[in-house]
Nanobody, 122 residues
Framework: QVQLVESGGGLVQAGGSLRLSCAAS????????MGWARQPPGKEREFVAH????????WYADSVKGRFAISRDNGQNMVYLRMNSLKPEDTAVYFC???????????????WGQGTQVTVSA
């Protein structure tokens, strides 16, 4: 497992941008797929993006495709989620997670951060 700490959340107006960061500890970071999931108020957690270990393969949920970009810096043990053109429906707690292989089901991820709140005002 790796330990994960998210940062970068906050309050932003619709149309604005934020960049979330996730700092990871552990020597196996570069071998782990990383994902970003979100949980809107009163709703189920859903994955919005994931990236493989060396960063050359990514996936996005349809709801964020073209607006969000996931990236990683294995030298710094960091993963990022750049969020542009934010909408009120993007309001959620955002979590980063680590897995042996990239996936979009929570059960596939064995390490989770504590989450960071993103609120998008209309």
């Amino acid at each position: 497992q790796v330990q994960l700490v998210e940062s970068g959340g906050g309050l932003v107006q619709a149309g604005g941008s934020l960049r979330l960061s996730c700092a990871a500890s552990g020597r196996t970071f570069s071998r782990r797929a990383m994902g970003w999931a979100r949980q809107p108020p009163g709703k189920e957690r859903e994955f919005v993006a994931h990236i493989n270990g060396n960063g050359d393969s990514t996936w996005y949920a349809d709801s964020v495709k073209g607006r969000f970009a996931i990236s990683r810096d294995n030298g710094q043990n960091m993963v990022y989620l750049r969020m542009n053109s934010l909408k009120p429906e993007d309001t959620a707690v955002y979590f980063c997670a680590a897995a042996q292989q990239a996936a979009i089901t929570s059960a596939s991820y064995d390490s989770w951060g504590q989450g960071t709140q993103v609120t998008v005002s209309a």
